[in-house]
T-cell receptor, first 119, second 113 residues
Framework: AQTVTQSQPEMSVQEAETVTLSCTYD???????LFWYKQPPSRQMILVIR??????QNATENRFSVNFQKAAKSFSLKISDSQLGDTAMYFC????????????????FGKGTLLTVNP | EPEVTQTPSHQVTQMGQEVILRCVPI?????FYWYRQILGQKVEFLVS????????KSEIFDDQFSVERPDGSNFTLKIRSTKLEDSAMYFC???????????FGSGTRLTVV
């Protein structure tokens, strides 16, 4: 079974600064996807960024980027120019891929990191 | 932007009662999921649904739980006899293409008293 570990329960950052959230995972699979989801106080889960394991290039979405280290099984999220609206719980998630029907493609989440952006 | 819609946003029910949580996935999506999040804990997979049948279910999804897509638009989660420990946030999600991440609904907070 896959596990996802987020070792930072809480973090804070000043507005406009950069912050990095850590995530490690454990799997014996070779084909998989990794995600970061954001859960603001409204509780909705919002996809922030996605990485395919077979791609060496790190994914980037505007102010959000990842540092994907496949050998180390590490998938950190960097938020640049932090904004007050970035305050949320951030979840790292793993998804196994494959051809065998529905037994793959479910998300395994970490416990989350609560990020607070201070003015 | 298309949304996954969940109703109700909050439901309070007596222990032992049946509840039905409703979801309207995005119309061209093919894969549907239910997850739950007990307060302060991680988000957990319950069940996946494709082609009108369950693809996979977790250990949490026991005989008290069922899902159906009765009319091609709604996707429901039924809990037959609720327990106190069923109190949680329940999220519906859907996707057109697996591996691209899901679109989650805004959740239903279920409180069992």
């Amino acid at each position: 079974a896959q596990t996802v570990t987020q070792s930072q329960p809480e973090m804070s950052v000043q507005e406009a600064e950069t912050v990095t959230l850590s995530c490690t995972y454990d799997t014996s699979e070779n084909n998989y996807y990794l995600f970061w989801y954001k859960q603001p106080p409204s509780r909705q889960m919002i996809l922030v960024i996605r990485q395919e394991a077979y791609k060496q290039q790190n994914a980037t979405e505007n102010r959000f980027s990842v540092n994907f280290q496949k050998a180390a099984k590490s998938f950190s999220l960097k938020i640049s120019d932090s904004q007050l609206g970035d305050t949320a719980m951030y979840f790292c998630a793993f998804m196994k891929s494959g051809d065998s029907g529905g037994s793959n493609y479910k998300l395994t989440f970490g416990k989350g990191t609560l990020l607070t952006v201070n003015p | 932007e298309p949304e996954v819609t969940q109703t109700p946003s909050h439901q309070v029910t007596q222990m032992g009662q049946e509840v039905i949580l409703r979801c309207v996935p995005i119309s061209n999506h093919l894969y549907f999921y239910w997850y739950r999040q007990i307060l302060g804990q991680k988000v957990e997979f319950l069940v996946s649904f494709y082609n009108n049948e369950i693809s996979e279910k977790s250990e949490i999804f026991d005989d008290q739980f069922s899902v159906e897509r009765p009319d091609g638009s709604n996707f429901t989660l039924k809990i037959r006899s609720t327990k106190l420990e069923d109190s949680a946030m329940y999220f519906c999600a859907s996707t057109q293409t697996r591996g691209y991440g899901y679109t989650f609904g805004s959740g239903t907070r279920l409180t069992v008293v």
